[in-house]
Each structure stands twice: as C-alpha cells, then as structure tokens.
C-alpha cells in the first residue's frame, strides 16, 4: 500500500510539473482528450446503429406485418417532406396523439409515416387500438412511447393481435410478462403466430432452454426474440469459439445478459481480450459478472488502469483489498472513483488528461 502511495504520489508531481511547464503541451493533451471524447461518442452511436439497423428480421416477406420492422433502421431516417406540426391546428388526431405524448417529429423523419397518421381518423382508426394495448396491461403514460416507435400497429386488424395475444396466453406468458413483451417491444405484435413460435423454437432448441427459461428470456429482452438472426448466430459463434464458453455457460450467460446476442462481434471480443487478458478474469468471473462485457473497452482499459496506479486493481475475493469486477462498471465517474477507488475525482481528472 506504501507503494502505491509513493506510486500515486509521484504521479501526482509528475503530473503538476508537466501542466506547468509545458503549457503547449497540456494543450494538445486537452485536444487529443475532446477527440478522444468524440470518438467514444461515435462509438456510442455505432453500437446503437448497430442494434437498430438489425431488428427486423434477415428475410422479410412482403407483407404489412413485417413492415414495421424496417422502422427502426438509420436507413429509413431522411429529411422529411412536411413538418406534420403545421397540420396539428387541422388534425384531431394529431392533437389527440400529443396529448398522449407521441412525438411527431420523431414519426415525421421516417418515410411515408407522417402522411399515414394524418389519414387517420382518431375515432375510427386509433382509439379502439389504444383501448386494446390497455386492456392487455399496457401503462396510458406509455402509449405516447409505443406509439413513436411503432405507429404501424394502427393497420394490424384487431383480430390478428387478439390472436398473438391469445398465443401468449397459451404458452403460459403471465398477465405482467405480456405487459413488458407489448410495452418494451411493440414491434413484436407485428409478427404471425407462426414466425414468433419459430423464434421461441430456436431459443429453446440453440441453448438448451426449459420453458420457464424460455419465458424468462423473451421477458426480460423482448427485442431478441424479434431480432435479426444473423447477427445473432455471429454474436454466438463469436462467444462459443472466439471467447471459449461452452453450451451451458452460453445458456447461463444469456439469461443474465441478453442484450450479450445483440452486440457485434468485434466489440465483444475486443472487451473480453482485455477482461481476460488484462484485467486477469476468468470464464468463471465473467459469468458471474456478465456486465463487463456489455461495458465498452475504453471504459474498462480506463477504470482499471485507475485502479492500477493505486494498486488497488486486485479482483481475487481470496486476497486483502478484493474489489468486485462488477463494481469496476457500476455508475458514473464520480460514483466509480468514490465508492469503488476510494479517490477523489480531481485526481481522476487529471489521469485521464494525462493517460
């Protein structure tokens, strides 16, 4: 501890001497930081893109219940035509959609929605969807959200999503699973009957899944059972060859983590080369802290490399000064370096300026 001390303490003058002598080169430090900042960003926005671009799934038939799939994609994102706010003092609907909390600006940007909404006739066409997806759980204060997401449930047939309900209810989805499945994926009463029992299907079948595991899954990520299953597959072969997890700790890693199947392949790997290799985790503590590989690499490299300077980077529970890999990702930089470092953020600050 002494040692890491002297360590810190050493850092720290090193540091102070750097920025007040070379004032230049703090500069360019402060700039290499904001690209750097700009690059995690983009980052951000290409794993998002990413996930977006893929919830549809590989082969759509052309028919309308597979259209809404396509709404989520970046490529269907273009400067709209008409700003649908112009006709609001015109339109019932519209007005009657914001008081839901619908946001129109968001529905206008994607291609030939915001003429479909103003076809609509509130009393005809919505209000008897609306006081269905009610009647099935769904919370009033989240229609505006599922709305946005997926307008296209206005041209499904009452019938049809009776129908997909009903075969919930008989695969022993509860009343709140049914609730979440609608609420945190809407695009999933777009899908027949027959292509939502081929996805379960293929859940069950690819790990090894009971049925109330199986139930759990579709719950807890309702979007991976509508996700595309090319970027699945390579998600899996990725974690079953590349990173070594055999069947049962895919199963298990899937369970606590399923958004694990829908993070690309090179972001996985590159995240647990450094957890495995850098940070010293094994198989086993990444099971049971799945979490770090839904952290981007930056993040790790950072806070571990924090942790290192204080020589307090010690992640076997057998030892004096065990930290919890898990904690390494939990909450923001502020949280991270009070809670978990046992520093303070200025001394943060400036190894992040000087890394």
Known sequence: MQCAVRNLSKFIKTAFYKAECN???????????????TKREDDELKELADINRHSGEEQLP?????????????????????????????????????????????????????????????EQDVKSHLTFLVDQGVHPDSLGELVT?????FKEDLDDLQTRVEYLKTKRFSDEARQRIITENPYWLMYSTRRIDRRLGYFQKEFGLSGDNLRFLATKEPRIITYSLEPIRKSLFCMREEM??????????ILKKPKLLMIPPDDLIERFSYAHNEMG????????WPELLTSREFRLRERHEFLKLLGRAQYDPQKDLYISPGSIVQGNNFYFVRHVAKSDIQTFDLFVKTR
């Open 23 to 37: 004032a230049q080169h703090g500069q360019q430090i402060r700039s290499l930081r904001t690209l750097r900042s």
């Open 62 to 122: 052309q028919n309308r219940s597979d259209v809404a799939i396509d709404l989520t994609s970046p490529r269907e994102a273009h400067v709209p035509t008409f700003n649908l706010a112009a006709h609001v003092n015109n339109s019932k609907t519209l007005q009657q959609f914001l008081s839901l909390g619908v946001s129109l600006h968001k529905i206008e940007r994607r291609k030939g929605l915001g003429e479909f909404l103003l076809r609509l006739d509130f």
């Open 149 to 153: 997401k997926n307008p296209l449930i």
């Open 244 to 253: 070594g997890f055999n069947k049962s700790e895919l199963r298990e890693l």
């Open 281 to 288: 985790l094994s198989h086993a503590s990444l099971l049971q």
